[in-house]
């Protein structure tokens, strides 16, 4: 344990969690004259914070007449799922705007079905869905295959941004994966499928 000072059962290394209430680290702040809030304060501000700036970008959205999104997947170190999704629009004095519509954990199966019923949800909330006009993702099949459950006649466009990353991939021989046999495709399908034939984040060239 060296190079890591244990307070009983939590240590202020990679496992520290981060309370504030824990008697050795209150001590500390108290000392420089900081007086930590408890952690129901925190989580009630928190709350009170999300509930003001969802009404405020609700009014903001109001009055738009159309709505362009851009939504993708990241995942940080932990190998913790987020999907993110942005709205473009332009406002009663004709100026372009772009805003984030919604930035959260994604816990589910990166399918579809669980993907369109995500971004369908967080339109619905927002009072927008009805305004959609386009959406811009990247290439993998289940983006593609949500886009079409989200809407047929929505016109699904792919990221210039992504497309040239993959160029720039396979022109340098990056992350090259090796073909693929018919009976490992077909493997893949019925084991990381919704159903409807989509790869969980496989883009459509076969490169992540």
């Not at 047929?152 to 497309?163: K, N």
């Not at 490992?184 to 409807?196: A, C, K, V």
Request: aromatic share 8%; with cysteine.
């Amino acid at each position: 344990m060296a190079g890591r000072r244990v307070f009983g059962k939590r240590s202020c290394g990679n496992g520290y969690s981060g309370d504030l209430r824990f008697p050795e680290i209150k001590d500390i702040l108290l000392g420089i004259g900081y007086t930590p809030p408890h952690r129901n304060s925190v989580q009630k501000s928190l709350k009170h914070l999300r509930r003001k700036h969802h009404d405020q970008l609700i009014e903001h959205l109001k009055n738009i007449q159309s709505l362009s999104i851009t939504t993708d997947f990241w995942t940080n170190r932990a190998l913790e799922s987020f999907l993110c999704i942005t709205g473009h629009f332009l406002d009663e004095n004709f100026k372009s705007e772009s805003i984030i519509l919604s930035f959260s954990s994604y816990k589910h199966r990166h399918v579809s079905a669980n993907i369109a019923q995500s971004i369908i949800n967080r339109l619905k909330e927002l009072g927008v869905y009805e305004k959609l006009h386009s959406i811009t993702c990247d290439g993998a099949a289940n983006m593609t295959n949500a886009c079409n459950q989200i809407s047929t006649e929505i016109p699904r466009l792919w990221c210039i941004a992504h497309r040239l990353h993959l160029v720039i991939c396979n022109a340098l021989g990056f992350w090259m994966k090796a073909k693929k046999s018919t009976d490992d495709i077909i493997m893949d399908i019925l084991e990381n499928s919704d159903g409807n034939g989509d790869a969980e984040e496989e883009d459509e060239t076969g490169i992540y």
